[in-house]
Structures are given as structure tokens and as C-alpha cells.
């Protein structure tokens, strides 16, 4: 058997098995955000939103759909990797793939691969909800996919990083309750920085989830507060970057091997 | 055991040390083949390096320098050949609590490129094989501790690797299931599957392997044939089991002779002593003798002997 065929089975065996993972704990995995974000709509979209009116010629409640449907990806793109792959430590089932003949880009490939599936079935569900509420349209279909998938893969293989550096299970929720969440709420999901004083919009643009929120908007909506080009290189080069950072803790051994 | 020259051992190691983060040298540049075919015991007390060495060799400890060798492939340059040659069984358990066993051990296959097809008929065999298929839909934590093992057993043959290491693989388990596991070590190595087997049951050692290595403080204190090391045993301890009650030996007894309790006596033979000899004294002392045994394992004998000689931290 060549080498590729190997490497291919062993890529889907990574994958489906984070599928089934995630998919067995559906309750936990993929429930949650549904509830949130029809919490959502009701609270900011409908009873506070038809107060605010209109935001970059949208009704507030069609504003916010991008960044839900983001955050959402987000949160659970990370959530996936980073509890799974530390799991993984913990139980010593790693092991399984340390001594196999896997390559540390397949390793890497297979648990973000499985981040991005479980990224993009709660953002799939997270539009469904939208469509109970809003008068949900795309402007760019293809755009809004890639925006959508290189999100995905960035904050699974953030979520990897720290599974790697994890030795608590409190290491696996510090940065998404500290780092992610305040980063998210503060990337621009329920407002446009345009509303903000001239200092807070030049602090927002050291947020990199705005550059995200906004390119994923501007595909959806046509609308955004910062250059959708802009957006997606630095989406593209984090992804490079963090995937470079994965492979060479991977090398090392670093949190895995002594 | 013949074998030939010309051809690469089944493991090469060659002036291997590890030294951890913490400073502690787990080994001080150790030299080992291990011979295709062969069953191989790797001993030492808790400590001493073996598991470093196991690390190393199934790629789940980086080495600090030295070389490895498998089946004549370098683990440094040529890892994927190691890997997919080598069968691990860990001394803990390191599956998956909460995936059924049967997926565990497909999983397994699967990451050693074995498509799933194929995958699923080998899990077959190797579950049917560890008397697990009627448990393969169960997870693997409602396993009992004997089925674990066997599970990290079945595991690692999936991929019909050609060297199995097990790693203490009948700790805790009882006597019928490890005299089993025995017969199924056994049977894969006349197979041609050669095993390197790390316990501390040195009966287990003394029964099955044919090659041995003594590791203590990152040395190779001893590596030599079974037969041969037994053979120089200097001394060997017996318990005699008496007919008769004796109370009190005679002065001067020779053979290191002293009563246990009143129906046992101890006796202790040096390599140029005979049993016969021992007998011609009893019987000329009217003790008549039912049935005797060895104090001790002959191999422990030799281990405690080999690792209390040298201390740790100090290089002989």
C-alpha cells in the first residue's frame, strides 16, 4: 500500500472519530448553541433590537446574524480540538497515535479537520435558528464558505496549541472564558465600531476576531467596518502561523512526550 | 537460537542515554540486540531504565543521544519504518475509557494505514483470538482488569507487528488469566513475532524467555542467554519439607542447614555441592525428606544479587 493510501486512512480514521465523538454528546456539543442563539434573537434581536433600529441599513436583528453565526463556529471549533486532544492526554490514548506511523501533520490535520466539522454543523444549526427570526440573505455565498472555513481551522488549531501546553482541565478553559470569549463579544458581533469613540475603534483593531466578524458579515451582508481583503490575509496568515507553531510543538513533543 | 549474521537484529541500541528535564539520567549510554525471533526479558527494579528504553524504542520518549535500531531501520531517519514494525503493550492503560473495544482496536488499524475493510476482519481475529468479541460492542471501561490488558493486546497485534513489547503485561492480573496470556506470549513467538517482555514476576522471565537483560541505574548490568546466567548461579536455597519432626541439627551441619520449624529445614548448595551429597547427610542422620523446593525463584536469586551490588549515581 503507498504511502498516500496510508496516510489517507489514517487522516479519516482521525476524523471520524472525532465525528462520532462529537456527534455521541450531541446534547452537550451541539444543543447548547442552537438555545443560546434563539436566546439571542429574542433578547437583543426582538425585544431590544426593534428599539435600536436600523445598523449599517440592516434591522439589528439581520446585523447580529453574522456575528452569531461566527462566534458560534468559533467557540466550538476551539472547544472541540482543545477538549478533545487534551482528553486524549489525560487518558494517555494519545499514545495511540504517537506510536503509530502517523505523521505529526496528519495528527494535526485529523483533529482540525474534526474542530472545522463540528465548527461548521453548529454554525449550520445556528442559521437555522436565524431563519426563524430574520429575513436571512447571502451576498456572497463562496465568500462567506471561505471566511467561515478559515475561521474554523484558525481557532481548532488554536485549540490544539493549548491542549498541547494544557495539564488541568482548568488550562482548557482559561483562554476560551479569559481570551476568547471577551475577544468575541468585543470583535464587533452586536455593534459596529463605528459607534465607538475614535480611541476604542483603534483599540478594536488590534482585536483579530473583528477582522473575522467583519469579513464574514461583509460576505454575508455586503457590509463591514474594515477592508475584506485586509481580513482574510490576516485570517490566512494566522492560520499559517499557529499551524506552524502546532507542527513544531509536535515535533518537540512538547506537552506529550518526555 | 541460530541466526544469522548478516542479517539486521530485530533491536539495536547503541550507547542510548536519556537524561530528563529534571536532570535525572534514566540511561547512561546502554548497548543492546535484541535477535529476530527471539523472547526477550528486559529486568531491572522500579527505576532502574527500562521503561526509558521501551519509551524510546516505541517513539513515546525522545532520546537525549545514542542510536536505535529495528529491523535495521534508524529511528532517526527512517521513524514510520520503526513504528509500523513495533507492537506496544504499555504497562498503564492508554485507550480510550468511553469508545467500544471493538472500535479501539479498528481505530488502531486505521492509524497504521490498514483500511477499514481489512481492519475489521483482523479485530475480528485478534478479539476472537483474546476471547474479547463477545465485549467488542462494550466500552472499554466495563472491562474487567484481566480484559483490559488483553485488549492492549489485541491492540497492538492488529497490525501484526513484528516485534511486541509488553510492558509488565500480567501485573495484576490472576493466575489462570496470566497463565493464558503465557500460552498466547508463547504462541505468537513460535509465529515468528519476536517479544521483549519487561515483568516483575521473574518466573514469568525464567519461564519464557530465552534471552535476558538486567538494566539498574541506566546500565546493562547483565546480558546473556537464560540458560547460561542460571548456570552461574553461585548458590541455591532449598526447603525441605520433613516426615519427621526435628527440633535441633546436629553440631557443625553442613549445606548452611537450619530448622525452619519443626517439619522444614533449610538447606544451601553451592555451585559445587550436589543435592545427592545433601541426601547422603540426611539419610546418614536418619531425616527423612518428602519434597523440596526453592526458597527463592533462581532468577530472583541472581536479580537481588545483580542490582543490590551497585548504588545508583555512583558510575562503575
Redesign the interface.
Known amino acids: ?1 503507498s504511502r498516500i ?3 489517507r ?2 487522516f ?3 476524523v471520524v ?1 472525532e465525528i462520532l465523538r462529537f456527534s455521541r454528546i450531541w446534547v452537550q456539543t451541539i444543543l447548547p448553541p442552537a438555545i443560546t442563539t434563539a436566546l439571542y434573537f429574542i433578547i437583543f434581536g426582538t425585544l431590544i433590537g426593534d428599539r435600536i433600529g436600523e445598523m449599517d441599513g440592516y434591522r439589528y436583528k439581520d446585523f447580529i446574524v453574522p456575528g452569531l453565526i461566527l462566534m458560534a463556529v468559533i467557540t466550538h471549533s476551539y472547544a472541540n480540538v482543545v477538549s478533545s486532544f487534551y ?2 492526554k489525560y ?3 494519545v ?9 505529526n501533520w496528519i495528527i494535526l490535520l485529523g483533529y482540525v479537520t474534526g474542530g472545522v466539522a463540528r465548527g461548521l454543523v453548529v454554525g449550520v444549526v445556528v442559521t437555522l435558528v436565524s431563519f426563524f427570526f430574520t429575513d436571512l440573505h447571502i451576498v456572497n455565498y463562496p465568500l462567506t464558505l471561505l471566511v467561515v472555513v478559515l475561521t474554523s481551522i484558525l481557532f481548532a488549531t488554536g485549540g490544539f496549541i493549548n491542549a498541547i501546553f494544557a495539564n488541568s482541565f482548568d488550562d482548557i478553559s482559561v483562554i476560551p472564558v479569559f481570551v476568547l470569549t471577551p475577544l468575541t463579544y468585543l470583535g464587533g458581533v452586536f455593534y459596529s465600531i463605528d459607534m465607538l469613540p475614535q480611541f476604542w475603534q483603534d483599540v478594536s483593531l488590534a482585536n483579530p476576531v473583528l477582522y473575522m466578524i467583519n469579513a464574514f458579515r461583509y460576505a454575508m451582508l455586503g457590509v463591514s467596518d474594515i477592508q475584506p481583503g485586509v481580513a482574510l490575509a490576516l485570517i490566512a496568515g494566522f492560520v499559517l502561523l499557529l499551524g506552524a507553531v502546532a507542527l513544531w510543538l509536535l515535533k518537540k ?1 512538547v506537552g506529550i ?2 | 537460537m541460530v541466526t544469522n549474521p548478516n542479517m539486521s537484529k530485530a533491536v539495536k541500541l547503541r550507547q542510548l542515554k536519556k537524561t ?2 529534571n536532570g535525572t539520567q534514566a540511561l547512561k549510554g546502554i548497548d543492546l540486540d535484541v535477535e529476530r525471533g527471539d523472547f526477550f526479558a528486559l529486568l531491572g527494579p522500579n527505576g532502574a531504565g527500562k521503561s526509558t528504553a521501551i ?1 524510546i524504542l ?5 532520546k537525549t543521544s545514542g542510536t536505535v535500531e529495528v529491523f535495521g531501520a534508524d529511528l532517526d531517519t527512517d ?3 520503526v ?2 514494525r ?1 507492537g ?1 503493550v ?1 504497562q ?6 468511553f469508545e467500544p473495544v471493538e ?1 479501539i482496536v479498528i ?2 488499524a ?7 475493510r481489512q481492519a475489521v476482519v483482523r479485530a475480528r481475529s485478534v478479539l476472537k483470538t483474546l476471547d474479547l468479541w463477545d465485549r467488542r460492542r462494550a466500552q472499554a471501561r466495563s472491562l474487567s482488569g484481566g480484559m483490559k490488558r488483553r485488549l492492549m493486546i489485541a ?1 497492538a497485534l492488529v ?1 501484526e507487528p513484528s516485534l511486541m513489547i509488553l510492558d509488565e503485561p500480567t501485573a495484576g492480573v490472576d493466575i489462570e488469566i496470566r497463565r493464558s496470556m503465557w500460552r498466547f506470549m508463547q504462541e505468537i513467538n513460535r509465529a515468528g513475532t519476536t517479544i521483549i517482555l519487561t515483568t516483575h514476576y521473574l518466573e514469568e522471565a525464567e519461564n519464557l524467555c530465552r534471552n535476558i537483560a538486567i538494566i539498574d541505574c541506566g546500565h546493562i548490568v547483565e546480558n546473556s542467554s537464560m540458560k547460561d546466567l542460571l548456570h552461574r548461579l553461585h548458590r541455591q536455597v532449598f526447603i525441605l519439607s520433613l516426615r519427621s519432626p526435628v527440633h535441633v541439627l546436629p553440631e557443625g551441619a553442613p549445606f548452611g542447614l537450619k530448622v525452619v520449624d519443626e517439619y522444614s529445614l533449610e538447606a544451601v548448595l553451592e555451585q559445587e555441592q550436589s543435592l545427592n551429597q545433601l541426601f547422603d547427610w540426611l539419610n546418614s542422620h536418619g531425616i527423612e525428606a518428602l519434597s523440596m523446593r526453592n526458597k527463592q525463584n533462581r532468577l530472583e536469586q541472581f536479580f537481588m544479587d545483580r542490582v543490590q551490588q551497585r548504588q545508583c549515581g555512583v558510575d562503575s
Open positions: 500500500m493510501s496510508r496516510y486512512v489514517a479519516t480514521t482521525i472519530r482528553h486524549s487518558q494517555h490514548h499514545e495511540e497515535l504517537l506510536v503509530s506511523p502517523v505523521p513533543g512526550k518526555s | 530528563y528535564a519509551g516505541s517513539s513515546l520518549v525522545r521513524p514510520e519504518s513504528k509500523s513495533i506496544l504499555p498503564e492503560f492508554n485507550f480510550n475509557q472500535e481505530n488502531q486505521g492509524f497504521y494505514g490498514i483500511p477499514r491492540r497490525h
